[in-house]
């Protein structure tokens, strides 16, 4: 399966051959993006340091370059066994979620395949459950529109490289995503903003298989934390949304986040926090107390320079500048819902 971003690409060099013959493809081309917007995106993907990620081996452990979509044996295994994915309840969970996606009209709901997958490996092949994620994923965007808008709209908090990704995975496939506390200046960045940055980062690479099956782990740098973010997490309001967004309104498989450089008052912040998260996400925020602890969990050949790691990255910018040139797509998902 690829990227609904790389299938319009695909899409694009058919009508650029005058290839495309199937209904589907003209009706979906005609739906989403004119051929100019499309030319935007052919021209977005020329080559960058992440795209020339090469698979990094330590002993026995593999890991693989972040956009990397080749779906591993181990990526089906735990897909079969931690989400009960086959190619049987694919397209019969696939089939039942469109069909009661159809019949409520309430919202206005996207519905092809790499869209809905997920929500169903989100939830584990239970058509049901997915559906209702959908329902209060579109529900939340609702009530907090601030956090859905367009990425040229927050183009310097984005620039500003607060969240990022690094360029490889962790041995299990799971994508690593950075914040850096300190890029966060509250005196001109929001909350909101903040939180809106740092959802366009994490849903960049969420139309990868690899993301939807393995999910994310997260390196949170709080060096440079200060009493003003503080006290901006610890508002009531600001609180309950992230909790909200986290758990239920995300379709990512959050697995668990490493925060290191930590002040006593971050572990205040998880502390408010948890009260309002489900118990099987309340342990999955771990505070180290040192980096050698972090090379436990994450191996120094993966991790930048400033972490002790083995790696030199000149572009910190990359993923800022890939979710500006996605544009067109985000905008294509802030059409639906209610």
């Not at 395949?113 to 209702?132: G, H, N, P, V």
């Not at 529109?145 to 490289?161: D, F, K, M, N, T």
């Not at 969240?163 to 299990?172: A, E, N, T, V, Y």
């Not at 949304?241 to 998880?270: E, H």
Request: hydrophobic share 35%.
């Amino acid at each position: 399966m690829v990227s609904l971003k790389r299938y319009h690409y695909r899409l694009w060099l058919k009508a650029e051959d005058n290839t495309i013959n199937t209904s589907k493809e003209k009706e979906f081309l005609k739906i989403s993006y004119s051929y100019k917007q499309l030319f935007v995106w052919k021209q977005s993907l020329k080559l960058r340091d992440m795209d020339s990620a090469k698979t990094i081996t330590v002993g026995s452990k593999v890991y693989r370059p972040l956009l990397d979509e080749t779906l591993t044996a181990d990526d089906l295994q735990v897909a079969r066994e931690e989400l009960s994915e086959t190619p049987e309840s694919t397209e019969s969970c696939l089939r039942l979620l469109k069909e009661m996606l159809r019949e409520q009209n309430e919202f206005t709901p996207r519905t092809d395949d790499d869209y809905l997958m997920r929500f169903l490996r989100c939830r584990k092949f239970d058509s049901k459950k997915a559906f209702k994620m959908i329902r209060e994923h579109y529900k939340f965007r609702k009530m907090n529109p601030g956090v859905y808008i367009s990425p040229s709209s927050i183009e310097q908090v984005l620039r500003a490289c607060i969240f990022d990704f690094l360029p490889h995975r962790d041995h299990k496939g799971r994508a690593i995503y950075v914040i850096r506390f300190n890029r966060w200046n509250p005196d001109k960045v929001s909350f909101t903003d903040f939180v809106a940055a740092g959802n366009l980062v994490a849903e960049y690479v969420l139309d990868n298989p690899v993301t939807q099956i393995n999910g994310y782990i997260g390196l949170w740098d709080y060096k440079g934390f200060t009493l003003k973010q503080f006290r901006m997490f610890c508002n009531p309001k600001n609180t309950l949304m992230l909790a909200n967004l986290m758990q239920d309104r995300f379709p990512g498989r959050f697995k668990i986040a490493y925060c290191v450089n930590c002040l006593p008052m971050v572990s205040t912040v998880w502390t408010i926090l948890k009260q309002l998260m489900k118990e099987k996400f309340k342990n999955r925020v771990t505070i180290l107390s040192s980096l050698e602890e972090l090379y436990q969990h994450v191996d120094r050949s993966v991790l930048p320079k400033e972490y002790g790691g083995l790696l030199s990255i000149p572009d910190t910018k990359e993923i800022a500048q890939r979710v500006l040139d996605n544009e067109q797509y985000t905008n294509l998902n802030l059409k639906f819902g209610f």
